[in-house]
Nanobody, 123 residues
């Protein structure tokens, strides 16, 4: 089992930056992929970015390409999401998740989830 805890959310002005962190504990040797998702009220959970734990390959949804960067520190069992050029439409609860066997953009592929951290971007 893997436990995930997100941190780093907050309120920022449009154009500002935030860096989210997700610390993993437990059976971290089972991690294949770490991903970030977000969910705004009344909307479905949306894929944001993912990173391969071993190779470091990344995937981003089009709306955040060029603005967000996902990275990981394997020694610290931590994944980060650096968010620059934030827009009001980025406002959501951000969740990190891990997949033990798969990689992809579907939430159903992920096996463990954090409780989320709120990101609010004001105009």
């Amino acid at each position: 089992q893997v436990q995930l805890v997100e941190s780093g959310g907050g309120l920022v002005q449009a154009g500002g930056s935030l860096r989210l962190s997700c610390a993993a504990s437990g059976r971290t040797f089972t991690i294949r992929t770490m991903g970030w998702f977000r969910q705004a009220p009344g909307k479905e959970r949306e894929f944001v970015a993912a990173i391969s734990w071993s190779g470091g390959g990344t995937d981003y949804t089009n709306s955040v390409k060029g603005r967000f960067t996902i990275s990981r520190d394997n020694a610290k069992n931590t994944v980060y999401l650096q968010m620059n050029g934030l827009k009001p439409e980025d406002t959501a609860v951000y969740y990190c998740a891990t997949a033990f066997r798969n990689s992809g953009r579907s939430p159903g592929l992920y096996d463990a989830w954090g409780q989320g951290t709120q990101v609010t971007v004001s105009s």
